[in-house]
């Protein structure tokens, strides 16, 4: 069973930067497209970032984009979101994901199959 455990989550203020993990377990990520996603309180879950299972291609949303690194660690079974210039608006519970199929491209549109339980990020003005 697939399990994904992220952390890394806290309060930063505007302008700051945060670092989140997620630990896979269960089953190996190496073949894996992984991804991160947020939710803010009222709104819809939306994406974030993706990787490839090689790591060679990133995706990401245009609201992140230039300030937030997805990265990964086969060895270690973790993803990582190097999160920079961190915005209020940029407050939620973050999210990781693996895809369900292997060798997933990073922008491939298909639906992630697991879910870890989230870390909250609040970030204040």
């Known amino acids: 069973q697939v399990q994904l455990e992220e952390s890394g989550g806290g309060w930063v203020q505007d302008g700051g930067s945060l670092r989140l993990s997620c630990v896979a377990s269960?089953?190996?990520?190496?073949?894996?497209?992984m991804g991160w996603f947020r939710q803010a309180r009222g709104k819809e879950r939306e994406f974030v970032a993706s990787i490839e299972w090689s790591g060679r291609r990133t995706y990401y949303a245009e609201s992140v984009e230039g300030r937030f690194t997805i990265s990964r660690n086969n060895a270690n079974n973790t993803v990582y979101l190097q999160m920079n210039s961190l915005k209020p608006e940029d407050t939620a519970v973050y999210y990781c994901?693996?895809?369900?199929?292997?060798?997933?491209?990073?922008?491939?549109?298909?639906?992630?199959?697991?879910y870890g339980q989230g870390t909250q990020v609040t970030v204040s003005s």
């Open positions: 269960g089953r190996a990520i190496s073949t894996f497209r």
């Open positions: 994901a693996q895809d369900g199929r292997p060798y997933g491209l990073a922008n491939s549109r298909v639906p992630f199959a697991y």
